[in-house]
């Protein structure tokens, strides 16, 4: 059985860093893409960032290049997202995810994920 748990979020000010983890168990790396996702109230869940855990191919929705990064540490089963210069609108319940269904496009879509963390809230104030 798959389990995600993540850790690392909280409450910052505005141009703060925050690192992201997501401990995986019972999920083998280099297997498929994993990811993190965010959704804020009121608000569909939207894609931040993703890694192909075998090659380490990685992509980023616009709103976040260039402030985060996305890593994995295989030997610790772990996820990282490394996130710089926060602004309050990167404001949401923050989720890892695993395990890619190639049926379904876009590699940032959501409903393309079939295991999920519970989430970690991250809060940036201005």
């Known amino acids: 059985q798959v389990q995600l748990v993540e850790s690392g979020g909280g409450s910052v000010q505005a141009g703060a860093s925050l690192r992201l983890s997501c401990q995986a168990s019972?999920?083998?790396?280099?297997?498929?893409?994993m990811g993190w996702f965010r959704q804020a109230p009121g608000k569909e869940r939207e894609g931040v960032a993703t890694?192909?855990?075998?090659?380490?191919?990685?992509l980023y929705a616009d709103s976040v290049k260039g402030r985060f990064t996305i890593s994995q540490d295989s030997a610790k089963n772990t996820l990282y997202l490394q996130m710089n210069s926060l602004d309050p609108e990167d404001t949401a319940m923050y989720y890892c995810?695993?395990?890619?269904?190639?049926?379904?496009?876009?590699?940032?879509?959501?409903?393309?994920?079939?295991?999920w963390g519970q989430g970690t809230q991250v809060t940036v104030s201005s």
């Open positions: 995810a695993a395990q890619r269904d190639a049926r379904v496009p876009g590699v940032l879509a959501h409903r393309s994920y079939r295991y």
């Open positions: 019972g999920y083998t790396f280099g297997s498929s893409w």
């Open positions: 890694i192909a855990t075998g090659s380490g191919v990685t």
